[in-house]
């Protein structure tokens, strides 16, 4: 039997089941429905799902408003400025808790460009789905009847496996640029065509990233490169002009070195298998590689004034950090992460003598050795350094003392200068 309402979904006929729903999510629907609200899991959870993927966390939506959800979980805590949000922590498992919000030009406060700068006024399930940003996104699984809502097409997308802004994507980009990046990075991440109409506009109005928060395209930056699909992010939005308002010293540098853009690439490939294989990965490491270049250019421009390699190169650490923070921020720990691996490409040089223990007992000596083994890829002066710390790591102990003791350094000899000093000199 088919339900009067074309746009919900009854159970038997969609592919959502609690099975796929984490423990936590699921208590929270309840404990809403229970309390007499309405309660929907909705965004990434359902989609991601319907296919056939593990959701990376799961969003709730309700009528309720954030003072009712907090009367019903102890474990409540309300955050948020431009929207107010509940989130319900079970220990480290945030789940994120919604009120329906409407999408109507008297209840949001845009600036002169467009701009959504508050939008605090809650509304239905359907007109909560219309502001949502991708039809794919706004599906919405109800736990009363576990019916699936569907008011904008998503499940129809699903299939014809696109992504395709609710909307005019024009007005859409104008409200939030960063959706700009979200349809690059769900297209990327999902495997999905972005539609037409949805795609045109993209290049056009790439520019208006530039009102973006820094803090808030880091936070993009985050979701674009560390969950698998960099590489294919990377050149999608390269493609579609967005990346020079996130990096532009990076792409400049791009386009004026293919030894640099394979080394960037190399990275890519690299960070994407390392989350493949569930091994660790800093955000850290694929910022000092961007901005290497970058670096080395400004580095350059001052041995050229007659200034020594090591001073020139130490000295611009931080304002090559800096510069990028003017676009996308760089948290103090990892701009401390990215010196680190910086400064170790000079430690690293030196293969001989005392030193070479302190290096490797360094605590950042892996990345360190990693960023050097990239750069030996395009640089291949840099192989024999960089194999020499291959099978020096390989190695136990004893055999390094030999590697070491066979690595005589070249040139002055210490040991002059560790003479006392003549007393009538
Ligand atoms: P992910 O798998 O990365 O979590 P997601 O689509 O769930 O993808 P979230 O950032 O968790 O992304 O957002 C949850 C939901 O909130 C989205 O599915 C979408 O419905 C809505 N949303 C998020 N950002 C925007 C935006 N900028 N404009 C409109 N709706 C948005
Ligand atoms: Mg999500």
Redesign the pocket.
């Known amino acids: 039997m088919s339900s009067p309402n074309q746009h919900i979904i009854p159970r038997d006929q969609h592919s959502v089941s609690r099975d796929f729903i984490s423990e936590n999510a699921l208590k929270v629907l309840y404990r809403l429905h229970k309390g007499g609200y309405e309660a929907f899991l909705?965004?990434?959870?359902v989609?991601?799902i319907l296919l056939g993927l593990r959701?990376?966390?799961f969003?709730i939506a309700t009528n309720a408003t954030p003072e009712q959800i907090k009367k019903l979980f102890r474990n409540c805590r309300i955050i948020g400025r431009r929207f107010r949000l509940a989130h319900i922590l079970y220990g480290r498992d945030v789940i994120?808790v919604?009120t329906f919000r409407a999408h109507c030009d008297d209840n949001i406060e845009q600036r002169g460009d467009g701009m959504i700068v508050r939008d605090n006024v809650y509304g239905t399930v359907e007109e909560d789905a219309i502001?949502?940003?991708?039809t794919v996104?706004?599906l919405y699984y109800n736990i009363a009847d576990f019916s699936i809502h569907d008011y904008c097409g998503g499940l129809e997308d699903l299939e014809k496996r696109q992504l395709k802004m609710i909307g005019d994507p024009i007005e859409?980009y104008k409200?939030?640029p960063?959706?700009m990046l979200?349809a690059v990075?769900?297209g990327c991440?999902l495997n999905l065509t972005i539609e037409e109409n949805t795609a045109k506009p993209i290049n056009e109005m790439a520019h208006l990233l530039e009102g973006i928060p820094a803090a808030r395209l880091w936070e993009e930056y985050k979701?674009m490169f560390l969950?698998g699909k960099g590489q294919r992010t990377f050149n999608q939005l390269k493609s579609f002009g967005l990346l020079p308002y996130l990096f532009p010293e990076t792409v400049k540098a791009i386009n004026e070195d293919d030894d640099f853009a394979e080394f960037v690439t190399l990275a890519l490939e690299n960070t994407d298998r390392r989350i493949s294989q569930d091994k660790s990965i800093n955000p850290a490491f694929l910022l000092a590689v961007m901005l290497w270049k970058p670096l080395m250019e400004r580095t350059d421009r001052l041995v050229n004034k007659g200034m020594h390699f090591n001073d020139a190169f130490y000295k611009n650490f931080n304002t090559t950090i800096n510069k990028q923070t003017q676009t996308v921020s760089i948290m103090k720990r990892y701009g401390a992460v990215m010196q680190d691996i910086w400064a170790l490409q000079v430690r690293l040089k030196f293969n001989h003598g005392k030193r070479v223990w302190s290096v490797f007992d360094h605590p950042r000596f892996r990345a360190g050795y990693d960023f050097l083994l990239l750069r030996s890829e395009v640089d291949p002066s840099l192989k024999p350094l960089a194999d020499w710390w291959t099978q020096f790591q390989e190695v136990g102990r004893e055999q390094r003392v030999k590697m070491l003791s066979q690595n005589k350094p070249q040139g002055k000899k210490r040991r002059t200068r560790k003479r006392k000093p003549r007393s009538n000199a």
Request: proline share 3%.
């Open positions: 909705v965004g990434g959870g989609r991601d959701p990376k966390d969003d994120e919604a502001r949502r940003d991708f996104n706004a859409r409200e939030d960063v959706r979200r990075r769900l991440k979701k969950s």
